[in-house]
């Protein structure tokens, strides 16, 4: 038996699986951000860590045995400081913070973005690590000397379980990583200020990631046996490509989660040809995943359903109620106090309603805003190069009515993961994989087809959507002048 967790931006998760990868249990504790001056979003890496103590430790009760593996994967970029001992120096920084925005347009503007971008395939944006780093480096530079380790949130978990300071290929995929060489890039560091702070990463190990045996206190804390093997990484988006089948270059996945995230598999790590996203490390030796994860996906809905007072459940029938193009109801889907980060970096980026009347009614706002989400999805894929099958999961996938329009949009087959926890499901395969096993675990699915008879409407919509977002990134620019 293994254990899958799944440390999300707001829930941590814990899945157990038998050997044929059949799901066994689930447990899963919201988790909290908090949000203060100066775009700050932060979280209290100890109450993460006790998250993942208590999943853990539920499922493990829960089992009919003792598993002989916990495989961790869960949010990548921001930035989490501890010190040599692993403990917080100071609140974890979300890739939801904003602080750093400021250092974002600077970088922009000197050219050192576009320098990274050739060096690394990422192009930065506020809540990344070197962005976050450059801003304490400058407003606080007393909390980076007495941090040891910078990282992500997987990678503190991990040395908080094990005691071992490491990180996985694709955590450090970004911003730092040289992805031919798969090792820190001393041009990057240097490029963005950091060559000083090189001390605070940890080092790399993929493919496959770090694995190593649970430590003697975190083994009391879990209920399992001290040295039951821990496995860190691949991370989130890359645990849910390899939970849904994504393996094949050209293949994509959209992840209808918090964040819109949506990457395809490739062959080629060559230079990318737009100024935005990420190029990931895979678990594959020659496979790199090119990401465009919009900042917002199944956060905005909730904030609009919870604005007009209306549940999740009622969402399939708000769709239903108002036709495609929700009478002439449009939406940008910018909802991130930090701005966008795919398919274009823009820390002022601001989510709008347009056409509103009288006459508008609750369903023709949610339609208006799950096609505006639809629509950026279809501008990411442009961007990645999206030519194969693409596969969708996450929680807004759980939805028929909206996975349909997905489709729609799209104008293409989606086939959806019937894994329900995808990421959690991932990161156990790609640890048994590491260590030599092929437990050929089933990827089960079910294709959505899209409609023909709105097919030319959408292509319309897209074009028009385009348009907006042009004319918006207009004004979003004369914005972050008038804010350097």
Sequence with gaps: MYIGVDIGTTLTKAVGYGDDGAELCVHSVPTELTHGDGGRVEQDADAVVSSVTSVIRAVADELPGRPELVALTGQGDGCWLSDADGAPVRPAASWLDGRAADVVRRWDRDG??????AQNGGMIFPGASAAILAALDRDDPGVLDRAATATHCVGTVFRRLTGVRAVDLSDASYPFLDPRTRDWSDDVLRLTGLEHRRELLPPVVGPGGP??????????ALGLPAGTTVSAGPYDLLASARGSGTVAPGDGLLIVGTTLACQVMTADPGPIPHRAGLLLATWQPERWIRAMPAMVGTASLDWLLQLI???????????????????????LPYWSASGERAPFVEASARGRFDGLHLATSRADLVRALCEGLAYAARHCFDAAGLTGRLAVCGGGAQSAAWTQLFADVLGRPLDVVDVPQAGAYGTVLSALEAR?????????????????THRAHYDDGFAAYLDRVAAARETWSHASEGNA
């Excluded at 694995?211 to 009391?220: H, K, N, Q, R, Y």
């Excluded at 459940?313 to 939406?331: C, F, K, M, N």
């Design 309 to 331: 007072g209306a549940p999740v459940s009622a969402l399939a029938g708000l769709l239903a109620e108002s036709p495609p193009g929700a009478r002439g109801v449009t939406v």
């Design 112 to 117: 050192t973005a576009d320098a990274v971008l």
């Design 436 to 452: 030599g096993e092929t437990p050929g675990w089933p990827v089960p699915a079910h294709t959505i087809e899209p409609s023909t």
């Design 211 to 220: 694995a190593a045996g649970l430590a003697d206190g975190a083994a009391g």
